[in-house]
């Protein structure tokens, strides 16, 4: 994404197998045994989190497991908490866990291993680095979407919102945060804010917060307007540009959102916004539980997966072009 998108990616990790942690058969559970699954995920009120968990329910009834969704309400320390408290009771056969802070999340990772219990690292990395999918902690398998990747192909979606604006030059783009401080937004804004520099943005705006609901969405976009009328394109959190869209009414303003729910698809397939950058999560969230499963019943599986190259056929970089033919797996 950036300018080297289709790089960046293959850099990142395709899908490679393990032939050690991530493929160990040592302890595995009889075929016909029903495991349970912990999904760890950011939020139970989030959409995209909803989404990662219908694949999860979907695969998991599908194949002699049960699931439960620990809700932490974006909140790291509680994530933390939950997760050590489901390794000390040996709930699960199978942690699916999405971070909110993948630094905090290392340890109870690293205990949940040594527990004997099968950990699928989902979307957000477990660990310090935000530019990668290969594993962090040895054992995990990984289903990621790196977050500097993720930027880097909102920036280029960007860049080329502005040329399809008649913007090339002089174009002033505002990237609305999600959440400040963090650490996968920090990372994320980091790289979008160099990538839309080095590809030719004239001005980048990076500090206002959108959040991820429209009503903070809203909000953000009356202050950008207030303090940079002459925007050009926005680039935010699919769920906030919900909110703020009906305030660029009249004005030669797009939009390129994060996340493919129907509500973003409609709005990119009806040309109001120029793209979104599109991770098919519920898919995500089968194939974390797949993946989960699989090495808990014994088999050898991929240590390190890319989502957006696995999963979709366009890179995750969707326009009206590339999401013909597509439908989103999950609405807002």
């Not at 790196?146 to 920036?155: E, H, K, M």
Request: net charge negative; charged share 15%; aromatic share 8%.
């Amino acid at each position: 994404m950036a300018i080297g998108v289709a790089a960046a990616v293959a850099v990142a990790g395709c899908s490679k197998p393990d032939s050690s942690a991530a493929g160990s058969a040592a302890s595995a559970a009889p075929a016909d045994k029903k495991l349970s699954i912990g999904f760890f995920g950011f939020a139970k009120a989030n959409s995209f989190a909803q989404a990662t968990w219908a694949g999860i329910q979907e695969y998991a009834n599908a194949n002699n497991a049960e699931a439960t969704f620990l809700d932490s309400n974006f909140d790291g320390p509680t994530q933390v908490n939950q997760l050590q408290d489901a390794v000390t009771s040996k709930r699960y056969d199978v942690v699916i866990v999405q971070a909110n802070d993948g630094t905090a999340m290392v340890n109870p990772v690293k205990q949940a291993i040594a527990a004997g219990i099968t950990v699928v690292v989902e979307f957000t990395p477990v660990g310090g680095k935000y530019d990668t999918a290969d594993p962090q902690v040895p054992g995990t398998i990984n289903i990621i979407d790196p977050p500097t990747v993720n930027g880097d192909g909102l920036a280029k979606l960007g860049i080329d919102a502005c040329k399809s604006a008649g913007a090339a030059t002089g174009c002033k783009v505002a990237y609305l945060q999600g959440f400040a401080n963090y650490p996968l937004d920090t990372a994320r804004t980091k790289a979008a804010a160099d990538a839309l520099k080095a590809g030719g943005a004239a001005e980048v705006i990076s500090n206002f917060v959108g959040g991820y609901t429209p009503d903070t969405g809203r909000a953000a976009m009356q202050n950008l307007l207030q303090a940079h009328p002459d925007v050009n394109v926005v680039i935010g959190s699919s769920q906030a540009l919900e909110g703020a869209t009906p305030l660029a009414s009249g004005k030669k303003i797009t939009f390129v959102g994060n996340g493919g729910s129907t509500q973003a698809y409609g709005f990119v397939n009806d040309g109001t916004w120029y793209g979104v950058y599109s991770v098919p999560e519920k898919k995500s969230g089968a194939k974390a539980a797949e993946l989960g499963l699989a090495k808990a019943r014994g088999q050898s599986v991929p240590e390190s997966t890319v989502v957006c190259t696995t999963l979709t056929s366009f890179d995750c970089l969707g326009t009206k072009a590339s999401l013909q033919g597509q439908t989103a797996d999950y609405s807002d």
